[in-house]
């Protein structure tokens, strides 16, 4: 019984057996294969050729990983290059205002200086350290007082035509009056001193950077553009300083004068350097009529 168990088992099995030899077989055939040109073995090229796809897509994977790590690495090179390129810029822009600042103010010196050299009176130039915070033209501070000659009322200027006045005196520094100040005033014509009768008073509106003229007869010739100078019958400004130029008329008859307003010669909204007239009016000499009368008396 158990030898035809034997005998049975080995018929089922024997096929087996014979596949599995010629598997075998088939595989010492293969490996021992080689290609007639390389004489690489066939079964190399074959699993090579099996196992290229999955080769590629891993190489595929892994470049592509490299690349985006790659990615990152270079946003973040260039995240830090334009962070200096940012700083550097900023550096720039502030040394280019720097130097467009102290270019400015050195043509305002120069301008200053030769207005000086040519000015007929003495003077004192000083720098603007302050201003009216409430209001912004009002008055301004500068860094001159009594130890450089400065005193109550005398005109302050700069290349472009008249400033302010002073009203208050300390040894080192000076307040300023600005001529756009309502409570300012100063004699002015429109056109050449000496040859126009446009004869007026010039007071600021205080809102805003412009002046008023008053008082110009009505039947006199004013056109925007005109320009307008002191006449020095104030007793604070000497005659012929510029003022600014007309740039509105609200004409007048001969019963009404003129209404003007002009635009200050100095930049008042941007002082940075300005000049005190060491200036005194001439003393207002006695009406004529009255001479004879004293002398009489005094006879």
Not at 99 to 104: G, I, V
């Amino acid at each position: 019984m158990a030898v035809a168990r034997s005998q049975k088992e080995i018929r089922q099995r024997a096929p087996w057996w014979l596949v599995g030899l010629l598997v075998f077989n088939l595989a010492l055939m293969a490996y021992e294969a080689r290609d007639g040109v390389t004489k690489q073995r066939m079964i190399r090229v074959w699993v090579q050729s099996l196992l290229s796809p999955f080769q590629s897509a891993a190489s595929g994977i892994g470049g592509a990983g490299s690349g985006f790590f790659g990615y990152i690495g270079n946003l973040r090179n260039a995240a830090a290059e334009n962070a200096q390129l940012k700083q550097r810029l900023e550096q720039m822009e502030m040394e280019f205002y720097q130097l467009r600042a102290e270019r400015a103010e050195n043509e305002r010196l120069r301008s200053l200086l030769d207005f000086k050299e040519k000015s007929e009176y003495q003077m004192a130039t000083a720098r603007v350290i302050a201003r009216n915070p409430s209001v912004w033209f009002d008055t301004i501070t500068i860094n001159r007082g009594s130890s450089s000659g400065i005193e109550l009322n005398m005109p302050v200027v700069t290349p472009g035509g008249i400033v302010g006045r002073i009203i208050g005196v300390g040894p080192w520094t000076a307040q300023v009056m600005l001529i756009t100040e309502e409570r300012s005033a100063a004699g002015a014509v429109v056109g050449q001193l000496g040859q126009s009768r446009a004869l007026g008073s010039v007071k600021g509106l205080g809102d805003n950077d412009l002046l008023e003229m008053h008082h110009v007869p009505g039947l006199e010739e004013v056109n925007p553009g005109d320009y307008v100078v002191t006449t020095g019958q104030d007793g604070i400004y000497p005659p012929g300083l510029n003022v600014g130029q007309v740039v509105e008329v609200r004409k007048g008859s001969a019963t009404v004068s003129h209404v003007i307003h002009i635009k200050p010669g100095a930049r008042l909204n941007a002082l940075g350097e300005v000049a005190v007239l060491i200036y005194h009016p001439p003393p207002t000499p006695a009406p004529v009529d009255v001479l004879p009368n004293v002398e009489k008396k005094e006879k």
